[in-house]
């Protein structure tokens, strides 16, 4: 049976951007929008032009750079805002213009200070300027998860009829519930005309920790949109997870059929770009990707894993691109580990940046016994800002991520588990002899340093 496809609209540079301590500049934003591209998101959000130079700049140079995803810039239901995008698009292969407007009474009265027979001919106009300039239009009805049902329907529909080619339901402020969520989305998709013609999207904010389960809710109830962000960040509580969303599919198809693009061994990498570059580290125990995520500490756990690891583990490490955590860096390390590594970081370099990169590598092995990944992305730091000296690692010093867990984790050969190809399939479920490999490894040899350095960043 062929599995609905879903789009990952990733929003990580624009709404994940507005949350507190996560502003980048615009090499940054590039940076991770190349990082995005390898991770296989459908639609990158890149910013919202008119609100800053920067972000304009930041949404030009991507739209210039990336050519497979869809680029898409933010605008207020305006003329300008609208022109401000299309310009900041103009070098986008794939070009979408996302306008948005407020649609519950609160909003309307408070903030907007309209009407709703305002509201919807503002809508109607924008979208239908947006069309004239480019095919792709987006309509969020901000506040949609506290609008008025019956005129949500008919602003959905005006903006459909406008030429919006994917309408975004957002629970903006993170209210909802999932069955009434997924109840909203069944009722749009009931009486809203026309809306065959328009892909419904979810867009949840995590206020009261069901940004997730509402976007499943979404997708349950036929929603084939998503919009997402790496680290769940974004405004207030952050947004839906990237990483969380993909792997409730990817673990659960027999509850959730459905299929993504995404590269799932590029999850970790792009979380860890994301770190690095606004300094905000993951918290530990975060689902997927934090450093805890796959970390077994209480004894029991720690016997079961070692006998069989599908008795504590529904999916492996590597299918979500975490290290393997057999390789260690020292100065026997090649080249080819180093930038194995550097990838993994989410990083990757041309041979002579390689090269500067492994001599400095080279000198910092031999003093100290191992390099950690805190040490690694220091001195990639320190390269890409043409900094001398990376000689300043050894101690903590300047570390911006809190020490490795004290855990244990659990190396196995990559073809287990379900292994490289775990994407597809379903370990909960897998039984046999699948993931026997760790089980030969002597406890006592990874109950070390060398195995919790992966997890200290
Ligand atoms: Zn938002």
């Given at each position: 049976m062929e599995r609905p496809r879903i789009t990952i609209f990733d929003t990580t540079l624009r709404d994940g951007e507005q949350s507190p301590g996560c502003s980048m500049n615009v090499q940054e934003k590039l940076r991770l929008a190349q990082q995005l591209d390898r991770l296989g998101v459908d639609v990158i959000e890149a910013g919202f032009p008119i609100a800053s130079d920067g972000d304009f700049e930041a949404v030009q140079s991507i739209a210039a750079s990336l050519r497979r995803p869809i680029i898409a810039g933010l605008?207020?239901?305006?003329?300008?805002?609208?022109?401000?995008?299309?310009?900041?698009?103009?070098?986008?292969?794939?070009?979408?213009i996302h306008?948005?407007?407020?649609?519950?009474?609160?909003?309307?009265?408070?903030?907007?200070r309209i009407t709703r027979e305002k509201c919807l001919e503002q809508a109607r106009d924008a979208v239908r300027h947006a069309k004239s300039l480019c095919p792709d239009v987006e309509f969020s009805p901000e506040d949609a998860t506290r609008t008025d049902v019956a005129f949500l329907c008919q602003v959905v529909e005006a903006a459909i009829a406008a030429g919006a080619t994917t309408v975004n339901i957002p629970d903006t402020v993170g209210y909802s519930m999932p069955e009434e969520y997924g109840n909203l989305i069944r009722t749009l998709r009931e009486k809203v005309a026309g809306i065959d013609k328009a892909t419904i999207s979810t867009h949840c904010h995590n206020d009261l920790g069901l940004a997730v389960a509402n976007s499943l809710a979404g997708v349950q109830a036929g929603a084939r949109q998503v919009e997402c962000a790496i680290n769940g960040i974004g405004e207030r509580a952050g947004n839906a997870s990237l990483e969380e969303i993909v792997m409730a599919m990817r673990v659960r198809p027999d509850r959730y059929c459905y299929e993504t693009a995404i590269a799932g061994e590029h999850l970790y990498p792009s979380s860890q770009m994301l770190a690095e570059i606004t300094r905000v580290p993951v918290q530990p125990n975060k689902a997927i990707i934090g450093r805890n995520a796959f970390a077994h500490e209480a004894g029991i756990h720690q016997d079961g894993m070692l006998k069989n690891p599908l008795t504590y583990e529904i999916m492996t490490p590597q299918s979500v691109g975490v290290p393997d955590s057999r390789l260690v860096l020292g100065k026997h390390s090649g080249r080819h580990a180093l930038a194995l590594r550097c990838e993994q970081l989410g990083h990757q370099f041309e041979r002579r940046e390689l090269d500067e990169i492994y001599r400095r590598f080279v000198v910092l092995a031999d003093r100290i016994k191992k390099?950690?990944?805190?040490?690694?992305?220091?001195?990639?730091?320190?390269?890409?800002?043409?900094?001398?000296?990376?000689?300043?690692?050894?101690?903590?010093?300047?570390?911006?991520?809190?020490?490795?867990?004290?855990?244990?984790?659990?190396?196995?050969?990559?073809?287990?588990?379900?292994?490289?190809?775990?994407?597809?399939?379903?370990?909960?479920?897998?039984?046999?002899?699948?993931?026997?490999?760790?089980?030969?490894?002597?406890?006592?040899?990874?109950?070390?340093?060398?195995?919790?350095?992966?997890?200290?960043?």
């Open positions: 605008a207020r239901a305006c003329t300008g805002d609208v022109d401000r995008a299309w310009q900041a698009l103009q070098g986008a292969a794939r070009p979408r306008v948005f407007l407020a649609t519950s009474d609160i909003h309307l009265k408070y903030k907007l390099v950690q990944d805190s040490h690694l992305l220091e001195l990639i730091q320190d390269v890409a800002s043409g900094n001398v000296s990376s000689s300043d690692v050894t101690g903590s010093k300047g570390k911006k991520f809190p020490p490795a867990a004290a855990t244990l984790q659990f190396p196995r050969a990559v073809s287990a588990a379900a292994g490289a190809n775990a994407s597809d399939s379903h370990p909960a479920q897998v039984s046999g002899s699948a993931g026997q490999a760790s089980v030969s490894i002597p406890f006592t040899d990874h109950h070390s340093e060398q195995e919790d350095y992966l997890w200290g960043v």
